[in-house]
């Protein structure tokens, strides 16, 4: 696999959270801290970017890490372009691989990348001249590497540390890249309480997600929690006949405020978006005291400037003066 780190130890790709060692994800989150700014203020803006260009390619959908990436790299001074598949000329056919060489002729220096094919990322990364960096946005069901570090960041914020946490996260497991990238994350920071929920078709297989315990009854997997993950069923990755229905769903697996009430009374009520209210969280929840999700939205941007900015430093002093 290609190495996502330059020799000199700094961060050229993104593309998966296993492997990074905890000194460099505590760096990357202690960055974003400092990207926050109270609600009533201004978002901090910095140049650390300025004559860096970023380019947004979302082969997927996406409503959260594509406008907080976006949000992310204008704050930090860069130029920023954000593709469509929709009206870019892979819809005509043309190959990932003549697109990114299209974009990068055009000087593109970091690529956002998200795709529901695995691998997507990893290719478009071994096929591109250091330092030009890829960072990935969402990778089929395997890897959503920002999204885990703005959830640790969201947890350290509140609980300041994720050693001794209880972690329970509810839903559709076997399919979510957010998953993934939250355990990878969670684990490496020293969490050793995870608890994973689902109905046996959406657990994972066996050899996935070492160390975590697993259970098909949330109402077991809930007391004691500090923290409880819901998870949307990712009907896009599954076919008509394997998709659970909603109102059954919610009875066995979805968060109501009683069962909440299980949970410990400073439990963080956290979900990555798009949420689907009372499949998976009811309303009241959702939008309740104990809620975070606002917070995680927030958290992302000023993760991603931290990212953006990790990689931006072997860029910008590659450049020749001019
Ligand atoms: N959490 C997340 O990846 O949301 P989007 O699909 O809206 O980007």
Same mark, same amino acid.
């Given at each position: 696999?290609?190495?996502?780190?330059?020799?000199?130890?700094?961060?050229?790709?993104?593309?998966?959270?296993?492997? /990074?060692?905890?000194?460099?994800?505590?760096?990357?989150?202690?960055?974003?801290?400092?990207?926050?700014?109270?609600?009533?203020?201004?978002?901090?803006?910095?140049?650390?970017?300025?004559?860096?260009?970023?380019?947004?390619?979302?082969?997927?959908?996406?409503?959260?890490?594509?406008?907080?990436?976006? =949000?992310?790299?204008?704050? /930090?001074?860069?130029?920023?372009?954000?593709?469509?598949?929709?009206?870019?000329?892979?819809?005509?056919?043309?190959?990932?691989?003549?697109?990114?060489?299209? /974009?990068?002729?055009?000087? %593109?220096?970091?690529?956002?990348?998200?795709?529901?094919?695995?691998?997507?990322?990893?290719?478009?990364?071994?096929?591109?001249?250091?330092?030009?960096?890829?960072?990935?946005?969402?990778?089929?069901? =395997?890897?959503?590497?920002?999204?885990?570090?703005?959830?640790?960041?969201?947890?350290?914020?509140?609980?300041?540390?994720?050693?001794?946490?209880?972690?329970?996260?509810?839903?559709?497991?076997?399919?979510?890249?957010?998953?993934?990238?939250?355990?990878?994350?969670?684990?490496? =920071?020293?969490?050793?309480?995870?608890?994973?929920?689902?109905?046996?078709?959406?657990?994972?297989?066996?050899?996935?997600?070492?160390?975590?315990?697993?259970?098909?009854?949330?109402?077991?997997?809930?007391?004691?929690?500090?923290?409880?993950?819901?998870?949307?069923?990712?009907?896009?990755?599954?076919?008509?006949?394997? %998709?659970?229905?909603?109102?059954?769903?919610?009875?066995?697996?979805?968060?109501?405020?009683?069962?909440?009430?299980?949970?410990?009374?400073?439990?963080?009520?956290?979900?990555?978006?798009?949420?689907?209210?009372?499949?998976? %969280?009811?309303?009241?929840?959702?939008?309740?005291?104990?809620?975070?999700?606002?917070?995680?939205?927030?958290?992302?941007?000023? =993760?991603?400037?931290?990212?953006?900015?990790?990689?931006?430093?072997?860029?910008?002093?590659?450049?020749?003066?001019?």
């Amino acid at each position: 696999m290609t190495s996502q780190l330059h020799p000199d130890g700094t961060l050229r790709h993104l593309l998966t959270l296993e492997g /990074l060692d905890r000194r460099f994800i505590e760096g990357l989150i202690e960055r974003a801290q400092g990207y926050l700014r109270p609600r009533d203020s201004a978002p901090a803006r910095s140049n650390a970017l300025a004559n860096v260009t970023v380019a947004n390619l979302f082969f997927e959908p996406s409503t959260r890490t594509r406008a907080s990436f976006e =949000l992310a790299a204008m704050r /930090l001074g860069a130029e920023v372009i954000s593709l469509d598949l929709h009206l870019s000329s892979r819809a005509k056919g043309e190959s990932m691989l003549d697109t990114i060489h299209t /974009l990068a002729a055009m000087g %593109i220096d970091v690529f956002v990348v998200r795709d529901a094919g695995p691998g997507v990322p990893q290719f478009v990364a071994e096929n591109l001249d250091s330092p030009t960096s890829v960072l990935n946005a969402g990778e089929a069901h =395997l890897s959503h590497p920002t999204q885990g570090l703005l959830d640790a960041f969201t947890i350290i914020r509140h609980k300041g540390r994720l050693e001794g946490q209880v972690i329970t996260i509810v839903g559709d497991i076997r399919h979510s890249r957010v998953a993934r990238s939250a355990v990878q994350a969670f684990s490496t =920071l020293g969490a050793d309480d995870l608890r994973l929920v689902a109905p046996a078709e959406l657990m994972p297989d066996a050899h996935e997600f070492a160390g975590c315990q697993r259970f098909e009854d949330l109402d077991a997997a809930l007391p004691g929690a500090d923290v409880v993950m819901m998870l949307r069923i990712q009907k896009e990755r599954m076919t008509g006949a394997d %998709i659970p229905d909603a109102a059954a769903y919610f009875k066995r697996f979805g968060l109501s405020a009683e069962r909440l009430g299980r949970a410990r009374p400073d439990a963080m009520v956290m979900h990555p978006g798009p949420m689907n209210r009372g499949v998976e %969280i009811a309303e009241d929840v959702a939008d309740g005291r104990q809620s975070v999700i606002r917070e995680q939205v927030t958290n992302g941007v000023a =993760l991603r400037m931290a990212v953006l900015e990790a990689v931006g430093g072997a860029i910008i002093r590659s450049r020749r003066p001019t």
